[in-house]
Every structure is written in C-alpha cells, then in structure tokens.
C-alpha cells in the first residue's frame, strides 16, 4: 500500500510558478512509474505528467509540455511537479498517483492505471 499526500497548491497569477510535491509513505515509490493529474471542475480528471521508477523517462500531456516538469527523488519518497508560466486554463484540483502495478516497464497515461491517489491539492490561477 501506497499513501501520498500532496502539498504546494494555492492562487496565482497569470504566468506565475508553483511547485507541487507529493509525499509518500508505506512503501518506497522507487517501485513505481509516478503521475501526476488534474481534474476542473465539470471535466474529468486528465493526466498531466508521468516519470518512470528512476526518473530517467519522463511524459508531459501536449497542454503543459515546455511549461511543466515532473521530478521524483526516491531517496525522499517525493514526486514534483514544477509548473511555470501558469494559465486560467491550468487552474484544477492536481492529483499525484502511483501506478497499480509495481516495477511495471510501461509508463502509462490512463486513470485506469493507477491504483494509488493523493487526496489533490487546489490550483488556481487567476487572470
């Protein structure tokens, strides 16, 4: 079992910077490929980024890539995400995931995927 608690969300402006992290703890997330996702309000939760176990393959949705990065240190049990130039359109409740199948070799995108999820932390970026 896998418990993530995510942190780092709150209200911005129009091309501001925030840093998410999501802190896991009952087992080291060194045997997971990572997510991270979103979720507005009437839409569905989509996927935003993901990083494999060792962090060495990483995969962005087209609607943040140049913008976010997604990192993980396992050695603190710890996933980011760096998020720059923020728009309206990223303002959502972001969720950090881990993947329902430990040492699995695919990083995938789907819900379906990932067994395990924070509680989400808000993200609002006003214009």
């Known amino acids: 079992q896998v418990q993530l608690v995510e942190s780092g969300g709150g209200l911005v402006q129009t091309g501001d910077s925030l840093r998410l992290s999501c802190a896991a703890s009952?087992?080291?997330?060194?045997?997971?490929?990572m997510g991270w996702f979103r979720q507005a309000p009437g839409k569905e939760r989509e996927f935003v980024a993901a990083?494999?176990?060792?962090?060495?393959?990483?995969y962005y949705s087209d609607s943040v890539k140049g913008r976010f990065t997604i990192s993980r240190d396992n050695a603190k049990n710890t996933v980011y995400l760096q998020m720059n130039s923020l728009k309206p359109e990223d303002t959502a409740v972001y969720y950090c995931?881990?993947?329902?199948?430990?040492?699995?070799?695919?990083?995938?995108?789907?819900?379906?995927?990932?067994?395990?999820w924070g509680q989400g932390t808000q993200v609002t970026v006003s214009s």
């Open positions: 995931a881990a993947d329902s199948t430990p040492y699995r070799i695919a990083v995938l995108r789907s819900t379906q995927d990932y067994g395990y």
């Open positions: 990083i494999s176990r060792g962090g060495y393959k990483t």
């Open positions: 009952g087992r080291t997330i060194s045997d997971y490929n």
